[in-house]
């Protein structure tokens, strides 16, 4: 049987159920056995991951190849202007190549934001902004490469969607089988 879990991923967690150094794992949440991450989210991203047991729907999932659109809050500093936004729009280049165009928009502060520990570090002369990008490859690191090569670093990178599921009604540390 099919098993799929969406997890809702904390700051500060690895993607991956051992660690040698102590660090928190997907051990410390998933109690469901032999799932494993479709794709990747780094330790300094929060948002939806998600595991299965069956290694094609893995495979669909985190293969870029496949296409599969994920879609990012992302808390930026400073105000990106339209013309910032629509480089990203367009496809920007990185180090290891052009990205395909995304789809970006400015948004007011996420509805369902948690509070992250430890928190961003507030400076009141620098503004910050609410991004949603959303993507459909998934070079490392990819979302917080593009806001920077436009100027605007991310301090904040929740990942909402990949493909039809969402982190809607799954509190942050938390998860659902499907």
Do not use: C
């Not at 729009?89 to 990185?94: A, D, S």
């Not at 070079?139 to 436009?150: F, L, P």
């Amino acid at each position: 049987m099919t098993k799929i879990i969406l997890f809702n991923k904390p700051f500060d967690v690895l993607t991956q159920f051992t660690d040698t150094e102590g660090r928190k794992t997907l051990a410390d949440f998933i109690t469901e056995k032999k799932v494993y991450a479709a794709g990747r989210l780094d330790r300094d991203s929060e948002g939806l991951l998600i595991l299965t047991n069956d290694g094609k729907l893995q495979q669909r999932i985190s293969n870029p190849k496949n296409k599969m659109s994920k879609t990012y809050w992302v808390q930026v500093e400073g105000n990106p202007p339209e013309a910032r936004l629509e480089l990203l729009r367009k496809g920007i280049e990185l180090k290891d190549g052009m990205t395909r165009p995304a789809k970006v928009k400015k948004i007011a502060e996420p509805y369902l934001l948690w509070e992250r520990i430890p928190p961003i570090r507030f400076r009141k002369n620098i503004s910050e902004t609410w991004l949603e990008i959303t993507i459909t490859e998934g070079k490392n690191r990819q979302v917080r490469r593009m806001t920077a090569a436009i100027g605007f670093p991310t301090l904040r990178l929740i990942r909402y969607r990949i493909g039809s599921w969402t982190i809607d009604g799954i509190k942050n540390g938390e998860w659902i089988l499907l």
